[in-house]
């Protein structure tokens, strides 16, 4: 009996087990239940969510999902910003209802309750990885924004791709008939190009689904068709390495040339001013070929201290007759200037 009351109790758990399993989970709190609108799950009561919030709740979770759905689509090759402009609006109007419901339904308005008021706040941070998603990729300078409440595709970015359409039907129509892609679509690239340069300094100031086409068309270029050594005329080529190993034949060649022109200025002012100074000695007769002025301090010299000497006693080196500090005493004998200041110093103290 017993063993057939635990079967018994086994066998009605299993299957309180596959009831709870199979049974449908609870309906979430802005969908009533379908047999009764006026019941409400037990948990429900107490979830900080009010009725009125749920239709900003519809709105964003409907958008939000297919703005990542056509972002993820559309991310290879990327066109986001051209196949995504009607979904980022959508999302862009749900939340500025939200944000504009200023009402406050159960002490707090809906964007609170939304967005702040559980931990992870994961409807806020879909909401801003998806603005976030639309402004790094410079979506909106696809776009001619000038005109308010439309947003129609700029020129520059209509006449991108026209550009860039020509070019590959370029390689496509060579790659057919066996053609030479890199001389017969060489001008196309190259307008291309010239275009894509025009539009802004950085990949930052361009649109990314241009910065991305032209990625694409670069990498077919140089890497498909091996296009990239072709892409500069050898003459223009050669006339810069030509420039560039000329230029220093002719900078130091200048410099030398110009170094001597004024060496030879300067011998030739240097020769001019001995031939003045020869000229001005020829002139005078040879007994006053040499004639040094001597300065005396005063008439002291003479009369009260005949052993002061002179100021410019010390002859010139080219002078004949005693070497540079030297002179003849009045015997006649040449002494030194030292020995004769010595004398002079016995004398005084004698």
Known sequence: MSGQWFSLTMFSRVLLLISIVTSPLFSHPCEPDTDDDSFVHPEDQYAMLAPECCQYLSGLSETLSAFVACTVWNAKPFRVCQKCLNEYQNVTK?????????????GSTCSDQ????????VIYKVLTDSQ????????????????????????DTQHFFHLTKLVFNCFSLEE???????????????????????????????CMDIVESMNNTRQAWSSTFNCLVQYEDTLAVAFTLACICLLP????????????????????????????????????????????SYEYMDSAYSEENPHVLPVNTIPPLDRPGPSRGMLDDSSGNTRSLIDINEQSSLNQTT
């Open 114 to 121: 939304l967005l702040s008021s559980d931990k992870e706040a």
């Open 132 to 155: 976030k998603i639309w402004s790094i990729s410079q979506c909106d300078k696809c776009y001619d924004t000038s005109t308010k409440g439309s947003t129609v595709m700029s020129n």
């Open 249 to 292: 034949i002719f900078l130091y060649g200048g410099t030398a040339i110009l170094e001597t022109k004024y060496q030879n200025e300067v011998l030739k002012r240097k020769s001019n001013m001995y031939e003045e100074i020869g000229g001005h000695s020829h002139g005078s007769s040879d007994n006053q070929a040499y004639s040094p």
């Open 94 to 106: 749900a939340s500025d209802a939200l944000y504009d419901d200023t009402t406050n339904y159960n």
């Open 176 to 206: 057919q008939e066996a053609g030479n892609v890199c001389k017969q679509c060489k001008q196309f690239y190259r307008n291309l190009n010239t275009f894509y340069a025009s539009l802004g300094k950085t990949s930052s100031d361009i």
